[in-house]
Nanobody
Framework: QVQVVESGGGLVQPGGSLRLSCAAS????????IGWYRQAPGKERELVAA???????NYVDSVKGRFTISRDDAKNTGYLEMNSLKPEDTAVYYC?????????????WGRGTQVTVSS
């Protein structure tokens, strides 16, 4: 059974930092692309950052220079380091892992972790 579990969210003041973790079980994470998404109230879910199994990284423009995505395949875990947080970063953050193999798609989501940036 595949599980993807996010942790590390919470309440932080503007300018603060948080580190989110995405722990996967039941899969070999090194075969998967890891994506961090977020969804704020009343808004669509958006891709914040992604890292391929080869280490290629992309960020949405609004977090460039502030967020860092990484992975530790030995621990089957992905991370999102968030610095200089702003109130507009407030959202539920979701981890997604996906993999394609011989035409089959494997796509798993966590349940999300709340990040609230407020003074």
């Amino acid at each position: 059974q595949v599980q993807v579990v996010e942790s590390g969210g919470g309440l932080v003041q503007p300018g603060g930092s948080l580190r989110l973790s995405c722990a996967a079980s039941g899969i070999i994470l090194s075969d998967y692309v890891i994506g961090w998404y977020r969804q704020a109230p009343g808004k669509e879910r958006e891709l914040v950052a992604a890292i391929t199994k080869g280490g290629r990284i992309n960020y949405v423009d609004s977090v460039k220079g502030r967020f860092t995505i990484s992975r530790d395949d030995a621990k089957n875990t992905g991370y999102l380091e968030m610095n200089s947080l702003k109130p507009e970063d407030t959202a539920v953050y979701y981890c997604n892992v996906r993999h394609s193999w011989l035409g089959d798609e494997y796509d798993y989501w966590g349940r999300g972790t709340q990040v609230t940036v407020s003074s």
